[in-house]
Structure formats: structure tokens, C-alpha cells
């Protein structure tokens, strides 16, 4: 279904992290109103286009959906039955992101509160992201210049930066979540994506019809 993009505050004038934590909660707001069904079937078809988008890819870099977020369960268990090494996050010591290999649901268990489940096997070090052809990131929004909210843990963005250049990094988010009427809040630490997946399409930012409509909107704003 369908849905018009969310309706964000302006945060000129803010501090970056204040207006990240203005623009949070109105995002998280919205995803609480999709039913389960809604968000079981955004990740059906989220499946659907990651496969086109990723096709070819031996090893990719994903992570297990929380409740609210797009459901990453039908993509996983594809790539899996497909043969295709997936790299899920393992919370590691002071925070530290780390991985293990996706070895189907039955596996996945939760390890702390509030945190997504995680696998058992193996740990593997940070720097293994290194080694997916395709790195799929959870994401609040996204606009049209790649600038990623993320969920405030800036976990993702330590780990983005261990990405080789040129390697492809995918933030995964609803449609109605591309954000064309502002530019969001971005640190120094920030680590922009420069393509997107939704339930209804994937592309690659850069020169993307969703660029050429955002521009034009702030420009005649």
C-alpha cells in the first residue's frame, strides 16, 4: 500500500543530534501505525527487489529487522536457501559491531534487551564487512543526497566506514521514509548510502528520478 512521505519538521537552527532526535521519534511514530500483516508483506516484496538489486552476490552484509522496521526475514532465508554467506550483526564487547553467519531462524535468539536477534555461530571481527559484495543497513530515512537517520546507536555508521570504496551499500527503509522536501541532519561521522530498497523499488541515488524531484522542491520551497 501506498503512503504519502512522512511529514517532517523543518530542524534549521538545531544542534544536529537535537534535530536527529526531533526527527526520530515522528519516524518510529509512523512505522507503529503498520499492521504486522502490512509489515510482513513490505518485506515480501522488499525480498523481491533486494534480489534484483544484489543479484550475483556471494556474501552480503544485512541485519534482522526489529518489529517496527521492513521485515528482512523473507530476503534472509532467500539468500540463504540461494547458498549466499550472510553476515548478520553480533553486539560485541563496549559495543562493538560485530558478525556471524545467518544459518536460518531457528538460530537467531536474542541475547540482550532491546536488541535484535542474533546468531550463534562464530564471531567474525568488524572488519569482515569487508567481505560482502552487497551491505544492506537498517534505516529511519533516507534523502535525496543519501544522508542516512539511523536508529542513534551509530553503530552503522563505525561500521560503513570499514565498506571498501565503490563496494555497494543498500539503506533499507519505506517508501513514504525517502525524504524530497529537506536535507536531514548529517555529522561528520555520518556515513551517507548511496542507493535504497523499499517494498516498491530499488535504485542508485545518484542522478535518480527521486534526486531530480527533491531538488526541484527545494527549490521552489
Known sequence: MHREQVTLPMTDGLETEDAKQVL??????????????????????????ALVAIDGADCVAAYVARPTEPSTYPLLE???????????????PGLN??????????DLEVR???????????VLPSESVAEADVVIAPALAVDAIGTRLGQGGGWYDRVLRLVPEGRPVFGMIFDEELISDMLLPVDQHDSPVPAVITPERWFLIEGSTFQQEAARRRATA
Open 78 to 92: 532467500v539468500l540463504r536457501q540461494r547458498g549466499t554467506r550472510v553476515l548478520l550483526p553480533v553486539l560485541g
Open 112 to 122: 540482550a534487551p532491546g536488541r535484535p536477534p542474533e546468531p550463534s555461530g562464530p
Open 24 to 49: 526520530r521519534p515522528i519516524l518510529r511514530a509512523v512505522r507503529e501505525q503498520r499492521s504486522r500483516r502490512e509489515r510482513e508483506r513490505a518485506g515480501e516484496s522488499l525480498a523481491e527487489n
Open 97 to 106: 559491531r560485530e558478525w556471524a553467519l545467518y544459518q536460518g531462524p531457528d
